[in-house]
């Protein structure tokens, strides 16, 4: 239910002593207290004019500027109030004064209390700042902490908390060589550890530098450096240390480091690569599959390699070439125009295994293409003794003794039949050493019968030219066996 302001006619709150609209006094007025239904006065009254509002607001600031008037006797009170309702009717509202506004009564001002400042409650909180830090620093910057620290930095390559007494700049580039020492022996790395923590007898010391905070002691690792040497004997190749093009001698950190060498030359390509380990002065030697390799042959003549050229022989006919791998076969061979044709030596297919197994320097005999040889050659002139197998033709001495002792066994009377088969016993041309089994048929007075001698000869020599294998002398021989 709401309440109705009989001077306006207004819906008010039933707890409202005075309109908010009229400022009438709702409290003190027996005709007040009328509690209806919104209806159609209250629409009525919401159609008041906007000069009605300028009458209320200037009354209202009146009623405020002058004091609340005494109280009317209940009769006229009722006798306004029946006007009132009549103005209403008709819509002439005529507001009331507005009681005057009572000032509110000042609270009693509360006395500040002055702050008095303690010392002893500053004292004891920076003396419980300075404890805390205390227990913190000394469990971190503890030597067991910072060993962990330490070593888990020498793991991951890195420098801090690492010194060198040596030259070597610290940097992690020059630190990966014992980062992947560690990485790949772990028992290393353990060892490590308990050495820190205790003994302390591996190359790698803890030793203190400084402080932290001027209170706790700063400890470090001192890195040793060692010298590595590489030795390197072959001219065509290059050598890498890590990844990195490395000189004879250089000054390094303990760790893991990585050789590696690769040489290509005359179309042959040979590698090496090697981890060493290095904890003290270390040499370590490439080992390439790699020969020098000296060939001998045409004076003057070119030097073919799998049909390239790749060089040409003295006066001498010598050629030394260096390093040459020696992973894969491949062949050789000398060439040389003569009176407009090209003669050629004898073609060696394998070369690394022909010179398998020398030492040091190898050396590569390329011999004359020849026709015959040396033992068909030496047996072709036994039977029948020919000047142009030999070196100086028939002015050749050993020809001429060769040719006089066929001739003598042939011109023999009883003679029937005549041959010699012949051994050779070894691969040198200029030593050569063979046997002659001399076969011989005769017919004495109707009587046939047979003879067999053997002769060794020994220091005989031929040689290779352009027009083949030819003999320059058929040695000395003795007789070891005639029946």
Not at 357 to 375: P, R, Y
Request: aromatic share 8%.
């Amino acid at each position: 239910m709401k309440k109705i302001c009989p001077n306006c006619g207004k819906e008010v709150d039933p707890e409202e002593k005075y309109c908010p609209f009229c400022h009438f006094n709702l409290v003190n007025n027996d005709e007040t207290m009328v509690t209806v239904n919104i209806g159609l006065l209250g629409l009525k009254n919401n159609e008041s004019t906007k000069k009605d509002e300028e009458k209320i607001q200037s009354e209202k600031k009146e009623s405020d500027a002058k004091p609340e008037k005494k109280k009317q006797p209940e009769k006229a009170v009722s006798k306004s109030n029946e006007d009132k309702k009549q103005k209403i009717e008709k819509n002439e509202i005529i507001p009331s004064p507005l009681p005057p506004k009572k000032k509110p009564t000042p609270l009693p001002k509360s006395k500040k209390k002055k702050f008095h400042f303690k010392w002893s409650i500053l004292i004891e909180i920076v003396v419980a700042v300075i404890a805390i830090l205390v227990m913190v620093g000394t469990n971190y910057y503890s030597c067991k902490a910072q060993i962990g620290r330490i070593e888990t930095g020498l793991k991951n390559g890195e420098v801090n908390n690492v010194v060198t007494n040596g030259k070597v700049p610290l940097t992690a580039k020059n630190l990966t060589p014992l980062k992947e020492y560690y990485k790949n022996n772990p028992a290393a790395y353990k060892k490590l550890k308990k050495s820190l923590m205790g003994k302390n007898n591996l190359p790698i010391k803890l030793i203190k530098q400084g402080h932290y905070f001027l209170f706790f002691p700063r400890y470090v690792v001192q890195l040793p450096t060692y010298e590595l040497n590489v030795v390197n004997d072959y001219h065509h190749s290059t050598v890498t240390v890590n990844g990195m093009k490395f000189v004879k001698k250089q000054k390094v950190f303990p760790g893991a480091y990585n050789i590696e060498a690769k040489s290509s030359y005359l179309g042959q390509t040979a590698k090496f690569k090697k981890t060493v380990n290095v904890w003290k002065d270390q040499t370590a030697e490439v080992n390439l599959n790699a020969k020098t390799i000296k060939v001998q042959g045409m004076p003057n003549g070119k030097l073919y390699l799998n049909n390239h050229n790749i060089g040409k022989l003295d006066k001498k006919g010598n050629l030394v070439l260096e390093d040459v791998p020696l992973t894969k076969p491949f062949s050789m061979y000398v060439a040389k125009k003569q009176k407009g044709k090209l003669v050629k030596t004898k073609q060696v297919r394998d070369v690394p295994a022909v010179i398998k197994g020398s030492k040091n320097v190898a050396v590569l005999k390329l011999d004359w293409q020849q026709s015959k040889n040396v033992g068909k050659l030496l047996e072709d002139n036994f039977n029948y003794p020919n000047s142009k197998d030999f070196v100086g033709g028939s002015k050749n001495k050993s020809y001429v003794e060769l040719r006089t002792l066929v001739s003598n066994w042939r011109n023999s009377p009883n003679l029937t039949k005549y041959h010699a088969n012949i051994t050779v016993n070894n691969k040198s041309l200029n030593d050569i050493r063979y046997s002659v089994e001399f076969n011989f048929a005769f017919n004495k007075n109707g009587k046939r019968y047979k003879r067999v001698q053997v002769m060794k000869f020994r220091s005989a020599s031929a040689r290779s030219t352009s027009k083949g294998l030819k003999i320059k002398t058929i040695g000395g021989g003795r007789i070891v066996s005639s029946k």
